[in-house]
């Protein structure tokens, strides 16, 4: 044999690469853009169609048959059709014997039907290979090469060949299979595209309610007061004044109520002494969403800074100042340092410094790209502690701010007292039960209890 045919040999394409042919019911859509991906990542794509008839939309690599000519033609046929037509495989029973037909439909409402599309499909033809697939991605995305959205698909079925084969064809096309299990998990899957932000809803709902309430409370206070007593016009405190008196009290309140359903958690395990009975439903959502909580928080503090930035430009400030010197010098008098009060402003600014500062740190920790690279024990540091201390930093920086005008009658306006005091309310709430939640005689039965320890043991060997 020549010396270069070995050479040869080696360049030669491997016939082995090639690729299985793949079928595709439903010329619509996604249909097309899957079949454009499909035939670009090197797979023979067969369209399955009521009409035979090929357009300038069809990829042109791609044969367009009727339903029954193009099953014939492959193991894998993928459903790029609604449910509410999937009856016209009923016919074709015979023809999809053993085929895996890839369920890729959405409903239009969360849990539209009783059963899922895919466990439908499987109903329907049940000696075929069902598998749910690429249901969360979009035909933009599939045309626009999925670089600027989701790659992740995920896959259920109950064979796992099937399974796999459709999991090869996904990572193919350069996305990210996510085995989910069983058929069983189809349900779920076709319900996540129809989300809209599930956990974002509460800690956004809330928030809506906590700026109206306070935009009216400190409108109240701030503007309409002072208007009807004193006949001055602060109208314009609605663009930076009352939002950074809400920004902070905001901030400070969400970021309580991080801390606060884990405070009333110990209180029901103590209380139960045990860890095996379910938590109320209210309180397992809001654990759920104490992250996008915290985070509000952290955007809220955010503005705050932001607000607080732009106080020494503000045309009613530079007012102030100007004035309080012109008075003194018009009264050749200089007023002395206030050591006191000096103590008070710096304190009150470095406490908000190193509570934005942890704040930040946590918002950074909460983050999938950082916590996926801390083990358990860090990321519980890091939430749990440094978390309370960004608590108390916030708190004490609200408390200080409030000084002595806590108990000067003049911050009651209208028997109202100064919005902040409000916002220190839940703070202090959780921050006294965490306290004495770490006396030893509660924190020993707590940690016992959370180790598996029951009071009553309800299955006793
Ligand atoms: P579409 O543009 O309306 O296409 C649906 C296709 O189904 C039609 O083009 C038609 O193909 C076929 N069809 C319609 N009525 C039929 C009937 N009575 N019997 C048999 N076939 C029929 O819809 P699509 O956007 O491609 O969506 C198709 C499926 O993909 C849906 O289940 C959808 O939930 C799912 N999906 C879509 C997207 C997306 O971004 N569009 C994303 C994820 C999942 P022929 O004319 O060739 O027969």
């Given at each position: 044999m020549n010396k270069n045919s070995s050479f040869i040999m080696a360049l030669a394409?491997?016939?082995?690469?090639?690729?299985?042919?793949?079928?595709i019911f439903g010329t619509g859509d996604f249909g097309r853009a899957l079949g454009h991906k499909m035939i670009q990542s090197g797979y023979p794509v067969v369209f399955g169609s009521r009409s035979t008839q090929t357009s300038s939309l069809i990829p042109k690599d791609a044969e367009v048959l009727s339903h029954a000519e193009a099953a014939q033609k492959?193991?894998?046929?993928?459903?790029?059709?609604?449910r509410q037509h999937y009856n016209f495989l009923t016919p074709l029973a015979e023809i999809l014997h053993g085929k895996v037909l890839v369920d890729i439909s959405n409903n239009l409402k969360i849990n539209e039907?009783?059963?899922s599309n895919a466990e439908y499909l499987a109903q329907l033809v049940p000696s075929a290979k069902v598998v749910?697939?690429?249901?969360?991605v979009s035909?933009?995305?599939?045309?626009?090469?999925?670089?600027?959205?989701?790659?992740?698909?995920?896959?259920?079925?109950?064979?796992?060949e099937a399974k796999q084969m459709v999991m090869d064809i996904v990572r193919a096309l350069g996305l990210t299979p996510l085995d989910q299990g069983s058929l069983l998990a189809a349900r779920e899957i076709e319900n996540y595209p129809l989300q809209l932000f599930p956990m974002w809803k509460f800690p956004i709902l809330l928030s809506l309610g906590l700026i109206t309430f306070f935009f009216f409370y400190c409108l109240i206070r701030d503007v309409i007061y002072p208007y009807v007593y004193e006949n001055k016009d602060f109208s314009f405190f609605i663009a930076i004044s009352i939002p950074n008196r809400i920004?902070?009290?905001l901030a400070l309140i969400l970021l309580a109520l991080v801390y606060l359903p884990g405070v009333l958690a110990a209180i029901i395990q103590l209380y139960r002494g045990?860890?095996?009975?379910?938590f109320p439903d209210w309180l397992d959502k809001w654990m759920l969403c104490r992250k996008q909580l915290g985070l509000v928080a952290l955007a809220f503090a955010s503005l705050h800074v932001l607000y607080t930035l732009v106080i020494p430009i503000r045309s009613f400030v530079r007012w102030r100042i100007s004035s309080q010197i012109i008075s003194q010098a018009l009264n050749n008098k200089t007023e002395p340092l206030n050591t006191t009060n000096?103590?008070?402003?710096?304190?009150?600014?470095?406490?908000?410094?190193?509570?934005?500062?942890?704040?930040?740190?946590?918002g950074i920790t909460s983050l999938p790209s950082v916590s996926n690279n801390v083990n358990w024990r860090e990321f519980r540091f890091v939430q749990s502690k440094l978390g309370y201390l960004t608590l108390v930093l916030c708190t004490a920086h609200t408390l200080v701010y409030g000084g002595k005008w806590f108990l000067s009658p003049s911050s009651y306006r209208w028997y109202l007292p100064n919005a902040y005091m409000l916002s220190l309310i839940v703070p202090c709430i959780v921050l006294v039960v965490k306290f004495v939640l770490i006396f030893p005689c509660l924190d020993k039965p707590l940690t016992r209890i959370r180790q598996g320890w029951e009071r009553n043991p309800q299955y006793s060997e």
């Open positions: 394409p491997n016939t082995s690469n090639k690729k299985e042919t793949v079928c492959a193991a894998i046929i993928i459903i790029a059709i609604q039907y009783p059963d749910k697939a690429f249901n969360t035909a933009w995305a599939l045309q626009s090469g999925t670089l600027d959205a989701s790659r992740q698909v995920f896959v259920c079925g109950d064979d796992t920004c902070p009290i045990t860890k095996y009975r379910r000096a103590w008070l402003s710096d304190s009150y600014v470095a406490l908000g410094i190193l509570g934005f500062f942890l704040f930040v740190l946590l």
